[in-house]
């Protein structure tokens, strides 16, 4: 039988004003440079290492209240990473912890430039507010074959 051990680095940019300091077992957390806000919905991301052998790269997104709305996560080139449309979740509740993988491709120089919009039927997308998403990490995460 095979164990995986999982080592997690974290690099986080908060766009609350209290970032939140929890993360569930086993994960270890570090913090690097926080990214930096570089236009209404554009962040940028930093690792605090270059990817190296059996890592990967994932965001971990920290959605509030966006009702039927959805959270698209794109590279600032326009690469689609991915969408968080909370289902189930009632009105005026938080939508809850996302992660989407990172591929590493979309990194350059171990940062990450990220656009957020909200998409909302019959509307033209636009950036989250502080409130709709609450915080987004760049995590790293390490498998180690345990036999």
């Keep these: 039988m095979v164990a995986l051990v999982s080592t997690v680095v974290l690099a986080f940019v908060a766009l609350q004003t209290a970032p939140s300091a929890s993360a569930s077992p086993p994960m270890a957390q570090a913090m690097a440079q926080p990214g930096q806000i570089s236009g209404d919905r554009e962040i940028t ?3 605090p290492h270059a ?10 997104v920290k959605v ?3 009702g039927h709305d959805q959270i698209q996560l794109m590279t600032q080139d326009g690469q689609p990473l991915g969408m968080i449309s909370p289902f189930g979740i009632r009105s005026g509740e938080a939508g809850g ?3 989407v993988p990172v591929p ?9 430039a990220l656009r957020l ?7 033209a997308p636009r950036a989250p507010t ?18």
């Design 130 to 147: 502080k409130k709709e998403v609450k915080s987004v990490r760049l995590l790293i995460r390490q498998f180690k074959d345990g036999s």
């Design 45 to 47: 991301l930093a690792l």
């Design 51 to 60: 990817l190296r052998k059996g890592e990967t790269a994932w965001l971990l």
């Design 104 to 112: 590493a491709e979309a990194l350059s120089d171990g940062r990450l």
């Design 97 to 99: 912890t996302y992660t």
């Design 64 to 66: 509030g209240a966006i």
């Design 117 to 123: 919009s909200v998409m909302q039927s019959g509307r």
